[in-house]
């Protein structure tokens, strides 16, 4: 069994998408831990509703919280406390896929970051999307991660942009499993056939 942690360069670059994608390929479980907001649609439900096989199990967030704002801060005024020591990862004896919440430094209390629920044998991938200065944010990710002697990887999000992809390759060495198109629309189908394409890549990660 292999967990695979996702995470991105910021908010917004397709984690999700990515990791209904990773989940199909592998037939793996799901979950994320954190949800802060959007909890009738919430990331669980999105990925569940992309993902065609019967295998995967999809576990509850240990924190769902109903203001979209940082964790911390949407655990403040729902007025509970997050932390590490509180989140358990579900037993399953497939492999899993965790989602993060925004990017790695995300605080989920005045003390600790999405960052802190990243263990040693999990694998990392860093969905990466091109904006002006994610050259910036995903260098700065991608190496926090290996310093700290993790596994990482890198899946592109959104339309190509050469120049940027190759200077991150380039700059870290680092793993591309390939790039999630600007599509039209996501469903079951289209996922279905990114996760046929990233499956190899995935199981020699």
């Known amino acids: 069994m292999k967990?695979?942690?996702?995470?991105?360069?910021?908010?917004?670059v397709g984690k999700t998408v990515a990791s209904a994608i990773i989940t199909e390929a592998l037939e793996a479980d799901y979950w994320k831990p954190v949800q802060a907001g959007d909890l009738d649609n919430c990331d669980t439900k999105k990925v569940q509703r992309l993902v065609p096989n019967s295998k995967s199990k999809f576990y509850p967030n240990a924190f769902a919280l109903n203001t979209p704002m940082s964790p911390h801060a949407a655990a403040e005024i729902d007025g509970v406390s997050v932390e590490v020591s509180k989140i358990k990862r579900p037993e399953t004896t497939n492999n899993l896929v965790i989602e993060g919440a925004g990017g790695l430094l995300v605080p989920i209390n005045d003390n600790e970051t999405i960052f802190d629920l990243i263990k040693p044998d999990d694998k990392v991938i860093v969905v990466s999307r091109h904006y002006l200065g994610s050259i910036n944010h995903s260098l700065l990710t991608i190496n926090a991660i290996k310093e700290k002697g993790f596994k990482v990887a890198v899946l592109f999000s959104g339309d190509e942009h050469p120049s940027t992809e190759s200077i991150i390759k380039k700059m870290t060495d680092v793993n591309v499993i390939g790039r999630i198109d600007e599509e039209p629309y996501f469903d079951q189908n289209v996922v279905k056939e990114y996760a046929d394409s990233f499956r190899g890549g995935l199981k020699n990660l």
């Open 3 to 12: 967990t695979y942690f996702i995470t991105g360069i910021s908010t917004d």
